[in-house]
Each structure stands twice: as C-alpha cells, then as structure tokens.
C-alpha cells in the first residue's frame, strides 16, 4: 500500500467530518511555496520567470504556519521554485510534524543528499521527500533542461530510502512521452525502493518559455490509457485511484480549484495553483470571495479546457469517494482490479516499442519543435 493507514485515516475522517458540517468547499492540501528561485531553468515551469526581485524573496516563517493554520488542511505540499534553498525550511519542516501534518517536500533533489548529511531532516511519517522526476534519464534530463540530473536524483533516492525517509516521486508529462519508457521508469523506482509515484499531465503556465509541449486533454487520455493499462502489481501510486482512472478517459470530473489552495511570498492565489489571476490576505476571502463558477472546464474558461492536473482534480476525485457509495464502491474496485487488461493499449505499446525515439526526435515528428527549435532546445540543456 503507497500510502501509510494513518495518513488515509487522517485523511478520510477529515473529508467525512467536513461532509457532516455540509461544507462543499473545503482544502485538502495546502500548497505552500515559500520561495520562487531555484537551481534548474526547467522550460516548462513559471515559477522562474519572475524578475529577479521576486526571485530574490523568501517567504516569513511565520507567515507561511499562518497559513498552515489558517488552511487547517491535513496535508501541506512544500513546492517552489526549490524549497532546500529556502533559508526556514528546517524550522517550517519540525513546526509542521509538530502539528501532526502530513508533508510533501517537493525537490529536484539537487541538495538533498548534502542536507541529510547535513543533519536537516528526521525519518516521520509525517515528512514525506516528494522527488521530481520526470521519466528515465534520457527524458528527465532533457525536461529539466540539464544532464545529469537524474543521476543526482537517483542516488538520492536511494540514500534517503536507506536513512529510512518516507520517498516518492513525482512525475509529470509532456507531449512527445515515451509511454514504454514511462513504464520502465515506474519500475526503476520501485525496485529504488520509493513508497509511491505521483503522476500528471503538464499544464501551460503562461509565465513558461516553451508551450507548445504540454499535452492536450485528448492526448493526455490516450498517453495515460497505454501507461496506465495492463499495469504491473508492483507499481505503487501516491494518488486517488479515481484519478488514475480520470487520466486513462475512465471518469469525467470538474476541477474543484479550492482542494488545493495556494500560498506564497504575494498571499493566497486566485483561484488555483496553476492560474494567477489575483491575491487575497485571507484563506476566507479566497473561499468565499472567489468566483468559483468561471473556473473549470464546465465555464467555458479558455485556461481549463485542457487542464487534467492533479492540484485541481485529485481533490474531485477524493471528494467523490467519500461523497457517495459509488464513489466508495469504485475506489475499492480500483484498489483490488487494478491491472486494467486493454488490449487495445498492449498493441501500441509494441508498436511504439518498434521505433523509439528521443524526446527531441519525438517533438519534431509531432511538429512541436522545428529542426532549428530542437537544437537550441538541445544547446541549452547541454550548456545548462
């Protein structure tokens, strides 16, 4: 089981007691980020893009536990830019198991191994090491835009799983994924030793310098049927079953924006952590002053219409397991079938299996990248 029964207990008796009071909006995991600036230029994040003044910023720690208590969700996702530059994150780290939250320390990893030497961080069920990684080698190195990353990545990985920290790691795709390589990843991780994988679908950042390689919704459900289908016993998600079944085309749901609510340097973020479309000072006024009905795919929001990402439907999914016996009904069959034969999937699987391609070679076949982008795109992530 990727998840530890505490934190599902923890978990369901939060979302039934907020069923109980009829609360129809309510957070489930605090998206904290208490810095933008961070040691990769990834070309699909708009995080960085920031000027250097904002980068320069750093989050007061006691505004970032204001937030954690004023949220009061469950769980609390520490991403960024990279939060092991982020100069109170052993104090905001201790502070948070002290609230018994449970924590996702989202990192590139790029300092990880030198701050578990360093003494930062102590083995918790509450803490979890949420480690990006975006493929194999070969696919992570070239999203993040710089080789040797994933080797850095690896190794530690496999020291925090020895020094006894609760590891996952979270993955997201883009247009061009090699599905039989996404697969062959999934088992280098497991055989890592890492306690579950998170997986989404990249969405556009405004702020991001490449768009043209995030997946569309049509694209993001057949990527995800050949990935997901004939799945192998051993694969362990850190995620909603349902979702995983949302992302294979299986479920239809409405993004629920206020599961995830964001936090930063500028207040709480209107109306999710993937859009930015204004600030308020208070949790209250982004769940009661937020127009809610012009975000999701059933407004007619232009910026929804492809967005599948985990910040705003995993809570839809959560949310649906507790809201009903069929919600509860289909996550337990989704836990117990959870192979999902599909022959269908089988049979593109080998055909794409016949003529692999690099991440590179695959975005100009899909007519994404041009000759003359493919290889800036190739001297930046060299020179990176």
Request: glycine share 6%; net charge neutral.
């Given at each position: 089981?990727?998840?530890?029964?505490?934190?599902?207990?923890?978990?369901?008796?939060?979302?039934?007691?907020?069923?109980?009071?009829?609360?129809?909006?309510?957070?489930?995991?605090?998206?904290?980020?208490?810095?933008?600036?961070?040691?990769?230029?990834?070309?699909?994040?708009?995080?960085?893009?920031?000027?250097?003044?904002?980068?320069?910023?750093?989050?007061?720690?006691?505004?970032?536990?204001?937030?954690?208590?004023?949220?009061?969700?469950?769980?609390?996702?520490?991403?960024?830019?990279?939060?092991?530059?982020?100069?109170?994150?052993?104090?905001?780290i201790a502070a948070l198991v002290k609230r018994r939250k449970y924590?996702?320390?989202?990192?590139?990893?790029?300092?990880?191994?030198?701050?578990?030497?360093?003494?930062?961080?102590?083995?918790?069920?509450?803490?979890?090491?949420?480690?990006?990684?975006?493929?194999?080698?070969?696919?992570?190195?070239?999203?993040?835009?710089?080789?040797?990353?994933?080797?850095?990545?690896?190794?530690?990985?496999?020291?925090?799983?020895?020094?006894?920290?609760?590891?996952?790691?979270?993955?997201?795709?883009?247009?061009?994924?090699?599905?039989?390589?996404?697969?062959?990843?999934?088992?280098?991780?497991?055989?890592?030793?890492?306690?579950?994988?998170?997986?989404?679908?990249?969405?556009?950042?405004?702020?991001?310098?490449?768009?043209?390689?995030?997946?569309?919704?049509?694209?993001?459900?057949?990527?995800?049927?050949?990935?997901?289908?004939?799945?192998?016993?051993?694969?362990?998600?850190?995620?909603?079953?349902?979702?995983?079944?949302?992302?294979?085309?299986?479920?239809?749901?409405?993004?629920?924006?206020?599961?995830?609510?964001?936090?930063n340097i500028f207040g709480w973020q209107k109306p999710c952590y993937?859009?930015?479309?204004g600030y308020v000072d208070t949790f209250d006024e982004l769940i009661?002053?937020?127009?809610?009905?012009?975000?999701?795919?059933?407004?007619?929001?232009?910026?929804?219409?492809?967005?599948?990402?985990?910040?705003?439907?995993?809570?839809?999914?959560?949310?649906?397991?507790?809201?009903?016996?069929?919600?509860?009904?289909?996550?337990?069959?989704?836990?117990?079938?959870?192979?999902?034969?599909?022959?269908?999937?089988?049979?593109?699987?080998?055909?794409?299996?016949?003529?692999?391609?690099?991440?590179?070679?695959?975005?100009?076949?899909?007519?994404?990248?041009?000759?003359?982008?493919?290889?800036?795109?190739?001297?930046?992530?060299?020179?990176?």
């Amino acid at each position: 089981m990727a998840v530890p029964l505490s934190q599902m207990w923890t978990v369901a008796t939060y979302v039934l007691r907020q069923k109980l009071r009829r609360q129809s909006r309510y957070p489930l995991v605090l998206m904290l980020e208490p810095l933008f600036r961070c040691n990769l230029a990834c070309a699909g994040c708009g995080k960085i893009q920031y000027p250097a003044h904002i980068l320069k910023q750093d989050l007061p720690l006691e505004d970032a536990l204001r937030a954690v208590d004023e949220c009061d969700a469950p769980m609390v996702s520490i991403p960024g830019g990279e939060p092991l530059m982020y100069p109170h994150i052993r104090e905001l780290i201790a502070a948070l198991v002290k609230r018994r939250k449970y924590i996702y320390l989202c990192t590139n990893a790029i300092l990880l191994k030198e701050k578990l030497d360093a003494g930062w961080f102590t083995p918790s069920k509450y803490l979890t090491l949420s480690i990006h990684m975006d493929g194999d080698q070969e696919h992570h190195d070239f999203a993040v835009c710089r080789e040797g990353t994933y080797d850095i990545a690896y190794e530690a990985i496999r020291e925090a799983v020895e020094r006894g920290f609760r590891v996952t790691t979270n993955t997201t795709l883009f247009a061009g994924a090699d599905a039989n390589a996404v697969r062959k990843f999934f088992d280098a991780m497991m055989n890592l030793g890492v306690e579950g994988m998170t997986i989404s679908p990249g969405y556009a950042y405004e702020k991001a310098p490449d768009q043209q390689n995030f997946l569309e919704r049509r694209n993001t459900n057949e990527l995800f049927e050949m990935i997901l289908s004939n799945r192998k016993k051993q694969w362990k998600f850190n995620q909603s079953p349902l979702f995983l079944e949302f992302l294979m085309g299986k479920r239809e749901y409405e993004c629920t924006p206020w599961g995830n609510p964001t936090f930063n340097i500028f207040g709480w973020q209107k109306p999710c952590y993937l859009l930015q479309e204004g600030y308020v000072d208070t949790f209250d006024e982004l769940i009661n002053d937020t127009e809610w009905e012009n975000y999701g795919r059933a407004s007619g929001n232009a910026k929804c219409q492809q967005c599948m990402v985990h910040c705003g439907y995993e809570p839809t999914a959560v949310d649906h397991t507790f809201s009903s016996f069929g919600g509860i009904w289909g996550t337990i069959k989704a836990m117990i079938f959870n192979t999902y034969a599909n022959p269908g999937a089988k049979r593109r699987l080998k055909e794409e299996a016949k003529n692999p391609r690099s991440p590179l070679a695959r975005l100009v076949e899909l007519g994404i990248a041009d000759d003359v982008k493919a290889e800036a795109v190739k001297e930046k992530a060299g020179a990176a």
